[in-house]
């Protein structure tokens, strides 16, 4: 199918793409590890909860601080190695979120939350991989202080990536959340539905966590017939995001849908309806008569949605 509409150059995907190698061969090497970290050129991604430092900067707020810096803003709840930058070290240091909440009030900081840096573009791209993975590993490390199996309290190992308990001698790892994220389409109609929680012209795709001992394909089928009762046939993969509100994997894919009569699970959504390749297209361009609008490109959403309006994905 040819393309009906300039859409302009892709967008890069949100917290993918990261120029961060994550060396998980240093993580147990305490030597190799003080070493990188007294490197000049180590640096770190500071957070406290779901607020991120950045310094004040323009045009684009700066997101990496010298380990000094980094020390000088509070005490550190936990301090991971995400990686290399090259041969670079990068960290990510935990504050509490009250430490982060009080630098506010700081005239050379700015302290806002990862989804507003990101749609905002608050500072360059390239960090939002690495404070995404920092992100996810430093809201595990507040939920998990206990072990889950004795109770008793744990240690952190290896560089911030374990956890153990001295007592049981149980190991924990930061876990990731599955999300199935899919467009269910019918020839030139898709299906996107509305969340209580989105900004009120903003239509989606649905969405929903794989359950234990489910694949990916069968995901897609419960939550599209559970939440707008539609059932789905086939299912192809598109790509997959971190998300990292706390801790997810977000795996999109667009599925065939095999029948057309919404129900809609209120206790899951707002609103659910099919949409036509050209109204979706005026969506994704700002333009639509009645001011509805698509995810933001930042996320998945938005790069499933595009694929299937420009012609690239199809069932025939």
Known sequence: MSPRHDFGPKPQLGYTASRISRAAERRADE????????????????MGGDLIVLKRSAPMHEALFTLDEARALGPATETIFLGLNDTAARFGVGLSPQTAEALKARDDLFVTDLRSIAVQGLTDAEHLPPIAEAKAVLHWHMRHRYCANCGGPT???????????????????????????????????????????????????????????????DAVHRETLEEAGIRCGRVKYFASQPWPFPSSLMIGAHAEAVTRDITVDHTELEGARWFSRDEVASMLLRRHKDGLTTPPPVAIAHHIIRAWVEGEVGFD
């Open 31 to 46: 030597a190799a590890l003080r070493e990188l970290a007294a490197d000049p050129r180590a640096a770190a991604y500071v």
């Open 155 to 217: 240690r952190v190992v290896d560089a911030g990536w374990r956890r153990d308990c001295p007592q049981c001698k149980a190991q924990h790892f930061p876990r990731t959340d599955p999300v199935v994220i899919m467009l269910a389409v019918d020839g030139d109609n898709c299906l996107l539905g509305r969340s209580p929680r989105f900004m009120p012209t903003m239509w989606s795709c649905l969405a929903g966590f794989i359950e234990a001992g489910e694949s990916i394909e």
